[in-house]
């Protein structure tokens, strides 16, 4: 069994649990309500796995597995030197699946993003990193997706390198990243838009 090193987002939809306990029509609604976020993530994540007809650089496939109202969605790590860049890419991915459950279903998610050891296959999942997502998940207490230190610390070490990856860390995570009064630093889904995710040119695609 070989481990390999991914990034993680794992995020639960609140109320789930409160749902069942009033009523069957309550409840059949926010099954529902999951169900139709489920078919357009996945068409979004389709969307991001498909490379254009010319591609410059090869992005990691996006990877996800779903169980009830847990959401895990993750890719598998690089050692390059450019790979903060896939790791932008995904946080803004996580954040604009947050709006679409938020603006297009109601939906309120919390949860967390890490990176670590990861075993993924069709029918197994598991390792620190779930753990991790998971713990962080747990000490959210709010409706946000929480940002780990090491996903931080990686996005400040690619800054380091060079006055480009600085600046292009500093405009891409400008309305994305927001350190709360606990110190925990969360997606900021609200301000955060990318048009171009959720609408691509051919918007046939997420029909």
Request: hydrophobic share 45%; net charge negative; charged share 25%.
């Amino acid at each position: 069994m070989d481990f390999s090193e991914y990034y993680v987002a794992y995020f639960d939809v609140l109320g789930y649990k409160e749902a069942f306990k009033k009523s069957k029509d309550i409840s059949a609604q926010l099954i529902k309500s999951i169900g139709s976020s489920i078919v357009l993530m996945k068409a979004i994540l389709s969307i991001i796995n498909t490379p254009p007809d010319e591609p410059i650089e090869k992005n990691p496939e996006i990877e996800y597995k779903i169980f009830s109202d847990n959401f895990l969605i993750c890719y598998k790590g690089t050692t390059d030197s450019l790979s903060a860049i896939p790791l932008v890419y995904f946080l803004r991915l996580i954040a604009s699946i947050q709006r679409v459950f938020f603006e297009g279903f109601q939906l309120i998610v919390r949860g967390g993003i890490t990176k670590g050891h990861l075993y993924l296959t069709k029918d197994l999942v598991g390792g620190k990193a779930l753990i991790d997502a998971v713990e962080l998940e747990n000490t959210a207490i709010y409706p946000r997706i929480i940002v780990d230190d090491s996903i931080l610390n990686e996005l400040n070490s690619f800054k380091m390198q060079n006055d480009l990856f600085k600046s292009f860390v500093a405009a891409s995570c400008l309305d994305l990243l927001v350190k709360d009064i606990d110190d925990k630093t969360f997606l900021n889904y609200i301000m955060s838009y990318d048009a171009w995710i959720l609408f691509p040119k051919n918007g046939s695609q997420l029909e």
